[in-house]
């Protein structure tokens, strides 16, 4: 089935440092991801919508100089947390959509495992 | 999309039926409901799906009222394995795909 990996698993950075996450579709395409950010015992919590080869949309109250989205390619989407506070560790999870899948399915959106961000 | 109302805990005991109740009142006709678990420090995996009709697959069984303002997730015979939360979404087909997801049920499988 198709897969949505993501890079690093986890990291572990000093405050004030930028941290790149990767989230790649690996057996298709996808002109659309998403990405979330889960707090303990908390719900996912949409951040924005990265569109290939355009700006990315964020959520309301989401920071876009702080959260920066760039999805350069039908199969890479990358968030770099730019000046990493404590307050941003978390754990963010990319989905990806299928470009090629029309209609209803649920293989057209995929979830990665997910990458845990802890800042000292 | 429309919101959901799930119980904020369950248990169920290994080997039993696990029943996963939600509740969508303001769904839209073209609006489908969708499940999801989530297993500890993962990410979502899609379990089930469905407009109006019951759908069966190999992971559960769907059981959406005629109404469709709500529906249950059944999970046959739950193992310790099924221990998840378990987010239920509706969410109209193809188009953007953009999944929010509300609180969820927090399924305890116990021996």
């Known amino acids: 089935g198709a897969v949505v990996s993501q890079h690093p698993s986890w990291v572990i950075c000093k405050s004030g440092t930028s941290v790149k996450i990767e989230c790649r579709s690996l057996?298709?395409?996808?002109?659309?991801m998403f990405w979330y950010r889960q707090f303990p015992k908390q719900s996912l919590m949409l951040m924005a919508t990265s569109n290939e080869g355009s700006k990315a949309t964020y959520e309301q109250g989401v920071e876009k100089d702080k959260f920066l989205i760039n999805h350069a390619s039908l199969t890479l989407s990358t968030l770099t947390v730019t000046s990493a506070h404590p307050e941003d560790s978390s754990f963010y999870i990319c989905?990806?959509?299928?470009?090629?899948?029309?209609?209803?399915?649920?293989?057209?959106?995929?979830f990665g495992e997910g990458s845990r961000l802890t800042v000292l | 999309d429309a919101k959901t109302t799930q119980p904020t805990s369950m248990d169920c005991a290994e080997g039993r039926a696990a029943n996963l109740p939600c509740n969508h009142s303001?769904?839209?006709?073209?609006?489908?409901v969708y499940w999801y678990r989530q297993i500890h420090s993962q990410g979502p995996q899609y379990i089930i799906h469905g407009l109006k009709n019951n759908e069966t697959n190999e992971m559960a069984s769907l059981i959406i009222t005629e109404d469709r303002k709500s529906s249950t997730l059944i999970l046959p015979h739950a193992t310790l394995r099924d221990t998840a939360v378990y987010y239920c979404i509706v969410r109209v087909a193809g188009g953007g795909f953009k999944t929010i997801f509300g609180a969820g049920t927090r399924l305890f499988v116990k021996a």
């Open positions: 303001t769904i839209s006709g073209n609006e489908y």
């Open positions: 057996d298709f395409q996808a002109t659309t």
């Open positions: 989905s990806a959509k299928d470009v090629v899948a029309g209609g209803l399915g649920p293989g057209e959106l995929f």
